[in-house]
T-cell receptor, first 109, second 119 residues
């Protein structure tokens, strides 16, 4: 199956700083999603981005499918951005997603 | 749009009992639903995939007789943990994809999760 690697595993920032999270995957994909898991466990959909670039407020994402990686950018970070960020990819007709291990982001005031 | 609910949010049960968790798509037709399990400080692991009206497909290592999945309608899937034991304690999350506003979406939408504790 598809292998998904996220980096860095942990990231500590001061409020206002920018950050880049990376997701590498081992095969061609037809689905790539970025999530933020809040402290209560809810997965919040950030982006559906199997290719291309999208932006939503302070967050943006880019997927370069031919080079098998995706990047999530967080600008002007806030303490509420803290939590685990997951990348998940899918490559077959069964629509299954494989999750990376996540990046634990801590934003300090 | 694309809201998925789960019930209950948390449940505590005694060892040997069965527990049923419901997953509902509130504003779209979920042609495919997925069940995941997440242990503390770990990632999500897919347990099974279910298509409406069909038997679920289980991932390797997941006991289908222990984790019974039913997807009888386009808005409801249930996961029943039979004869639960303490090692089944975990966070169970469902997701769904399907028909939204007239188009089929590949994107999955996730429920808020159910925290199961087996004593």
């Amino acid at each position: 199956g598809i292998q998904v690697e996220q980096s860095p595993p942990d990231l500590i920032l001061q409020e206002g700083a920018n950050s880049t999270l990376r997701c590498n995957f081992s095969d061609s994909v037809n689905n790539l999603q970025w999530f933020h898991q809040n402290p209560w466990g809810q997965l919040i959909n950030l982006f559906y981005i199997p290719s291309g670039t999208k932006q939503n407020g302070r967050l943006s994402a880019t997927t370069v499918a031919t080079e098998r990686y995706s990047l999530l950018y967080i600008s002007s970070s806030q303490t509420t951005d803290s939590g685990v960020y997951f990348c998940a990819v899918g490559g077959g007709s069964n629509y299954k997603l494989t999750f990376g291990k996540g990046t634990l982001l801590t934003v300090n005031p | 749009g694309a809201v998925v609910s789960q019930h209950p949010s948390w449940v505590i049960c005694k060892s040997g009992t069965s527990v049923k968790i419901e997953c509902r798509s509130l504003d779209f037709q979920a042609t495919t639903m997925f069940w995941y399990r997440q242990f503390p400080k770990q990632s999500l692991m897919l347990m099974a995939t279910s298509n409406e009206g069909s038997k679920a497909t289980y991932e390797q290592g997941v006991e289908k007789d222990k984790f019974l999945i039913n997807h009888a309608s386009l808005t409801l899937s249930t996961l029943t943990v039979t004869s639960a034991h303490p090692e089944d304690s975990s966070f169970y999350i469902c997701s769904a994809r399907g028909l939204l506003a007239g188009a089929y979406y590949n994107e999955q939408f996730f429920g808020p999760g159910t925290r199961l504790t087996v004593l």
